[in-house]
């Protein structure tokens, strides 16, 4: 149990367009789930917490235009990086909580992001 | 808010002997504290973890120890194999499980067989 799943694995883009990154916590329900970016041999670093039905919350530095996230469902949060640049390339992973459980995230494999 | 101090950055043990991987925390409210494992191209995955109403809690060949008063936990890892070889990140949240994690910065362990 407490599988969360990440898609795509990794994209390669071009320098200005817009990728798209779904999570899943695929068989849990998760009111919270969070992004982080991991550059190389470097710790996760949070960008936002998003929470179903509402807004999410965008740790300081992370620009809220730049990289949009929808949390439409118990199961499913997005991450869109818009008119993406080279130094948006990165590791995103994205975890979740389990509805009403305990403190326990799960992660997700991570998404490998290339902009050429 | 928290910052957690992970140490050593990197550590290489023969197999079959322990690893030992330090972290502290600096939030005293904190009171929930896991350890993931990730490898390379990989998400991290959860392998232990501790609260802070425990002082310790073992899972067969891991083990994690928690002293709140010096706001510090560590992670130890007995008869160590090369698959144990991967990236350890401890952190630490408070509250909820709506609380984002704080990382270290993670050890880098080699288990040379």
């Known amino acids: 149990g407490a599988v969360v799943s990440q898609h795509p694995s990794r994209v390669i883009c071009k320098s200005g367009t817009s990728v798209k990154i779904e999570c899943r916590s695929l068989?849990?329900?998760?009111?919270?789930m969070f992004w982080y970016r991991q550059f190389p041999k470097q710790s996760l670093m949070l960008m936002a917490t998003?929470?179903?039905?509402?807004?999410?919350?965008?740790e300081q530095g992370v620009e809220k235009d730049k990289f949009l996230i929808n949390h439409a469902s118990l199961t499913l949060s997005t991450l869109t990086v818009t008119s993406a640049h080279p130094e948006d390339s990165s590791f995103y992973i994205c975890?979740?909580?389990?509805?009403?459980?305990?403190?326990?995230?799960?992660f997700g494999p991570g998404t490998r992001l290339t902009v050429l | 808010g928290e910052n957690v101090e992970q140490h050593p950055s990197t550590l290489s043990v023969q197999e079959g002997d322990s690893a030992v991987i330090k972290c502290t925390y600096s939030?005293?409210?904190?009171?929930?504290f896991p350890w993931y494992k990730q490898e390379l191209g990989k998400g991290p995955q959860l392998i232990i973890d501790?609260?802070?109403?425990?002082g310790e809690k073992k899972d067969q060949r891991i083990a994690v120890t928690l002293n709140k008063t010096a706001k510090h936990f560590s992670l130890h890892i007995t008869e160590t194999q090369p698959e144990d070889s991967a990236v350890y990140f401890c952190?630490?949240?408070?509250?909820?499980?709506?609380?984002?994690?704080?990382f270290g910065k993670g050890t880098r362990l080699s288990v040379i067989a």
């Open positions: 998003s929470n179903e039905g509402s807004k999410a919350t965008y």
């Open positions: 952190a630490a949240s408070k509250d909820s499980g709506n609380t984002p994690l704080v």
């Open positions: 975890s979740a909580c389990e509805l009403a459980s305990t403190d326990t995230q799960y």
């Open positions: 939030d005293s409210a904190s009171n929930y």
């Open positions: 501790i609260r802070s109403n425990v």
């Open positions: 068989d849990f329900q998760a009111t919270t």
